[in-house]
């Protein structure tokens, strides 16, 4: 039987990740001190890696295809072809940014003040593919943590991840400049993604995931109208497209089902029943395909 060498990424992601494809329908399991995960698809074999290491081994062929961040391509350097952009993470579903923070009181403003300066980084290839691109030369180390706390004794400047900017901020140092812009990825090696089997078994992986991510932020809404109110409460209703209406056995009332954005209904649904409609129900929704 033909087989998908799916790469899950250890750490961080690790829980998002097995939490998405559960709702996507796949159930994985993952034992203590085990790499290797069992998931309900014999299709399917998965091992887990650390997203740095994700994007060499799927270049190398030695997974098929993998989920890591955009920036851990970017680092490695790896010939892969990119299935689908799915954006989540640990926390939230905001992109993550690569930056360039140095102390808040330090002469360096702008790339071209890092000549000559020691920057220190987890992302090192990517750090000085940056400098290149700047024209600038610099003594780039590798940090193995903590790195927020290294200038301006350890290093004059660094290059680190973030979201908000919060933890920069309390080690005194300002952003200067974006090194580069990440979220997950679902890439693929080139000979897989070339194979028919495992092209539409990735594909039909992306889809699944794609409309786990789409339904995030949505929630469903029903609720039953009367005629009279029909049009001022449809009026109301925002829809990915529009509202579905049916007859009740009753001719003079409806049934309107929507999709809205979760933090919609708290204002939404009283404002609804004020306007005249009955029987309001929120629903979760697990997949929206669009």
């Not at 799916?6 to 690790?14: A, E």
């Not at 790896?78 to 992109?95: F, H, M, Q, S």
């Not at 005194?172 to 092209?199: E, G, M, S």
């Not at 889809?207 to 809404?221: H, I, Q, Y």
Request: aromatic residues 6%; negative net charge; hydrophobic residues 45%.
């Amino acid at each position: 039987m033909p087989t998908l060498n799916l790469g899950l990424p250890k750490g961080s992601l690790q829980d998002s990740t097995v939490s998405m494809f559960a709702r996507a329908g796949y159930n994985i399991s993952i034992k203590d001190r085990s790499y290797y995960p069992s998931i309900d698809d014999k299709e399917i074999s998965c091992c887990l890696i650390r997203a740095q290491e994700m994007a060499r081994y799927v270049g190398e062929g030695l997974l098929d295809c993998g989920l890591t961040g955009y920036d851990w391509v970017v680092e490695s350097g790896a010939d892969v072809v990119e299935i689908a952009e799915l954006v989540y993470g640990k926390t939230g579903l905001n992109p993550l940014r690569w930056v360039v923070a140095v102390p808040a009181d330090s002469n360096i403003k702008c790339a071209k003040d890092l000549e000559g300066k020691r920057i220190a980084t987890e992302a090192v290839g990517m750090t000085k593919r940056y400098l290149e691109r700047n024209g600038v030369h610099a003594n780039v180390e590798f940090s193995w943590g903590a790195t927020e706390v290294k200038p301006p004794h350890l290093a004059d400047a660094i290059v680190e991840i973030t979201e908000t900017g919060s933890s920069l901020k309390a080690n005194n140092l300002v952003i200067i400049d974006t090194v580069c812009t990440t979220t997950t990825r679902f890439i693929a090696n080139k000979a897989a993604a070339a194979d028919p089997f495992k092209r539409a078994k990735m594909e039909k992986l992306a889809l699944l995931l794609k409309a786990v991510l789409a339904a995030e932020n949505l929630v469903g809404l029903m609720m039953n109208v009367p005629k009279a109110k029909l049009e001022a409460v449809q009026a109301m209703l925002p829809a990915l497209q529009r509202p579905t209406i049916a007859h009740l056995s009753d001719p003079e009332w409806f049934s309107l089902t929507t999709v809205i954005e979760k933090h919609v209904a708290r204002d939404l649904i009283p404002q609804l029943k004020n306007a005249g409609a009955e029987g309001l129900v929120e629903y979760s929704l697990n997949k929206v395909v669009e």
